[in-house]
């Protein structure tokens, strides 16, 4: 499931202001929440990111079945990105193939987005910062700025009407900022017609990898369960354990999920091999940062949308004891 520079005006602001200012910004915050999962609505976005723009088509549904939601990228590489509840499936004609995964496999920010910022309290700063007007819409702006240089902040241009997320702009530690995402046009309405949510190939002639993790045994539990992580900035937690086949690999990986509710990071845990080994030390694309390490056998790969600081302390925190 992937923009401009701070005002100088928020440097000076000061904890004592943002804290009485967290109230409203939280009020609009788990209205956003709310809205990006319960309201039908489609429209297209643009997507800037590590240098490269994007353009997206966006249908949502919500009905007494669930959430359903289709991903289109209408530039670059073809694919289309179906979202049935916790199931994605990801279909990528310029290779005929298909992947279904679970819902960790898509990292668009409004499948992340959760309706109880509260939560994140310890970890985040939270103060409206303004008003707006994004696709036809006017709108209200909150800053969401970390307590630390461990995760990235935001800011959220909010539709005050249906209060979903109208754009978002994702800052570096130094304010810059690193993405943004943006409604170009939006529409919200009653009724999703079916037909908007199929893919517009079938598939049925390319290659499916079923990329959800299993648990074969009691022995693969135990295995992945042995993985342990000594040291994680405050607020981030294990959300997720598995084994996951992926594409290009002969056996599953160990794979573990860490979360501070906003930002995630993955866990890649695989047996070394001097024929196909991953990467050794940091890399970056954008604000995805990757950092690779041995352990013993084993190579471990961490990436997520987080500074670099994080994906190295995790990995090189890692131990099978």
């Known amino acids: 499931m992937r923009l401009v520079v701070f005002l100088t005006s928020l440097v000076l ?10 109230a409203p910004a939280l009020s609009f915050l788990n209205k956003m929440g709310s809205a990006i999962k319960d309201l039908n609505y ?86 409206v910062d303004g008003k707006g007007r994004i696709a036809e819409r006017e709108s209200t702006v909150v800053l969401i700025r970390p307590k630390d240089g461990f995760r990235y ?46 893919p517009a190939v079938n598939g049925e002639s390319y290659t499916w990898h079923n990329g959800r993790g299993k648990r074969a045994d009691q022995q693969i539990e135990q295995e992945t369960n042995s ?22 690999r002969n056996q599953p990986v160990d794979y573990m999920m860490v979360s501070d509710g906003l930002a995630s990071i993955s866990i890649y ?15 970056s694309m954008g604000a995805v940062n990757v950092f690779g390490s041995l352990l013993a056998n084993y190579h471990v790969t961490v990436v997520g949308e987080v500074p670099q600081q994080t994906v190295q302390m995790i990995a090189e925190s890692i131990s099978n004891q």
Request: hydrophobic share 35%; with cysteine.
């Open 227 to 248: 993985w342990r992580i000594a040291r994680m900035p405050d607020g981030f937690i294990v959300t997720d354990r598995s084994k996951q086949k992926i594409p290009n």
């Open 13 to 22: 602001f000061s904890y004592a202001g943002a804290e009485q200012n967290a």
């Open 153 to 198: 902040g935001y800011r959220f241009w909010i539709d005050d009407d249906s209060g979903l997320l109208l754009k978002s702009d994702l800052l570096a530690t130094d304010g810059s900022v690193l993405e943004q995402l943006m409604f170009v046009e939006l529409a919200v309405v009653d009724r999703i017609p079916d037909a908007m949510l199929q």
């Open 42 to 127: 489609h429209g297209t976005l643009v997507y800037l990111h590590g240098g490269q723009v994007e353009s997206l088509k966006l249908v949502h549904k919500q009905d007494k079945s669930g959430e359903i939601q289709r991903l289109v990228h209408l530039s670059g590489e073809a694919r289309e990105v179906i979202r049935n509840n916790e199931i994605v499936t990801c279909y990528m004609p310029d290779t005929r193939s298909v992947v279904v995964g679970e819902r960790r496999f898509n990292n668009h920010l409004l499948s992340r987005l959760t309706r109880n910022f509260g939560d994140f309290e310890g970890q985040y700063e939270f103060v």
């Open 269 to 283: 845990i695989e047996q070394y091999s001097e024929q196909d080994h991953g990467l050794l030390g940091a890399s």
